[in-house]
């Protein structure tokens, strides 16, 4: 049985697979992928190695090398029983081991997996990375148009409502109305004014109280000449007696012209009572006109700075749009150049750390060592036998007394006497 056996060899190579990092990590540059990271990407590749699209790819290499023996009906199925590929535990390393009794097509078999399968990482990055800019550099042509076509939308807009800016106070119709309301606000504090200016000269002209000086230079003066011709008087009438002033020309001609003073200042009072009445009537009349005009033309225009403020409304919601679509595309061109940069970064590695070489040597069996353990084996095994025999037969039988005798006559001997 042990020289009956086929004689094996094997071919073993050791990769060490590093999986392309995703697209949603290539902003850290600084990071290497790991085993550790990506589990599930790394496992994956290990099973890729022993996968029948590409030993298809292999088996084509080797025919059109003309390395590839006859393999029976389904060459990639023997491919596939030739090889196996275990994982290193705690690494990203591979060993991918080629067996089987075709000493000359292993070392070949396993060096073109290794070929072929770091060109199908190569190409399917390639592949991945194209469709990946593809993808995203639609999105921003996409995105290019839509704020295109948003921006002129948006002027579209602001010329039809003749819209300035986003700031109330620069565009017309609401610093209209703010003007208006800051001059309808003056008007009415103006009118309040005048009301009570009006009030109180009426109430000072039913009083009698008159015009105060300090509102009429000339009734001012009137009342200056006759306090210091009545001070002229008090002084006469310290020094002299009444019987002596009512016959001294001059003092009696005093008492005329203070007489005359008064009377002067009095009807200077009421005409300035009069006068003050009719201003004050007058600006009352002019402040009520201004209140009533401000009024009417702020009722007019708080509609259409209700309007506008409705379209201003509208347009800075389409503003918001138009700056979110900014945002995203100036995102997405951002993350189109972090994807060229690290394209490098990203890229998949498979480094062979030690390549298949053809051996002198078989791999199995060991002819001489298992013919010594099967003789060995035998050995014991018959030992075992004996042993066994022995056990089931028991003792050795005890001869009776009288097989020691001399021969007896066979009658004796097969038939024994009765006692």
Do not use: C
């Amino acid at each position: 049985y042990v020289y009956s056996r086929p004689a094996e060899d094997r071919s073993v190579t050791r990769l060490k697979i590093s999986p392309a990092v995703g697209v949603a990590e290539a902003t850290d540059l600084t990071k290497t992928p790991s085993i550790q990271d990506h589990p599930e990407d790394f496992l994956t590749e290990v099973q890729v190695l022993t996968s029948r699209p590409l030993l298809r790819d292999v088996a084509a290499r080797l025919k059109s090398a003309s390395k590839l023996p006859e393999l029976g009906a389904d060459p990639i199925q023997a491919l596939q029983g030739m090889l196996s590929a275990e994982p290193v535990e705690g690494t990203q390393v591979v060993q991918l081991t080629a067996s089987g009794s075709l000493q000359a097509l292993l070392p070949d078999l396993v060096n073109t997996v290794v070929a072929a399968y770091q060109q199908r990482v190569v190409d399917t990055f390639v592949d991945h990375a194209s469709d990946t800019y593809s993808e995203v550099n639609a999105g921003v042509n996409t995105l290019q148009k839509q704020i295109t076509s948003k921006q002129a939308q948006i002027e579209s807009f602001r010329k039809r409502y003749n819209i300035v800016s986003l700031e109330r106070n620069e565009n017309e119709v609401l610093a209209n109305i703010q003007g208006l309301s800051r001059n309808y606000a003056d008007s009415s504090q103006r009118l309040a004014q005048a009301q009570g200016r009006l009030q109180t000269l009426k109430g000072s002209a039913k009083s009698n109280n008159g015009l105060h000086a300090k509102d009429d230079p000339t009734l001012a003066n009137l009342e200056q000449r006759v306090s210091t011709l009545r001070e002229q008087l008090r002084d006469l009438q310290r020094r002299y007696t009444p019987q002596y002033l009512a016959l001294d020309a001059d003092a009696v001609a005093l008492q005329a012209r203070i007489a005359d003073l008064e009377q002067q200042l009095n009807t200077r009072r009421s005409t300035g009572n009069q006068e003050a009445l009719a201003e004050a009537q007058e600006d009352y009349s002019s402040a009520a006109a201004e209140v009533s005009r401000l009024r009417r033309d702020l009722e007019e225009n708080r509609k259409n700075a209700g309007e506008f403020a409705a379209h201003l409304a509208a347009y800075k919601v389409m503003q918001d749009d138009l700056d979110h679509l900014q945002t995203m595309e100036r995102a997405a061109q951002d993350r189109l150049m972090k994807l060229r940069a690290s394209e490098q970064e990203r890229a998949p590695r498979v480094d062979v750390i030690e390549g298949a070489a053809p051996t002198a040597e078989r791999w199995r069996p060991d002819y001489t060592r298992d013919a010594l353990i099967s003789v060995a084996g035998s050995f014991v095994f018959g030992l075992f036998g004996v042993w066994f025999a022995e056990f089931l037969g028991g003792p050795a039988p005890v001869r009776a007394e009288f097989d020691r005798l001399p021969m007896a006559p066979p009658v004796l001997t097969r038939f024994p006497a009765q006692p």
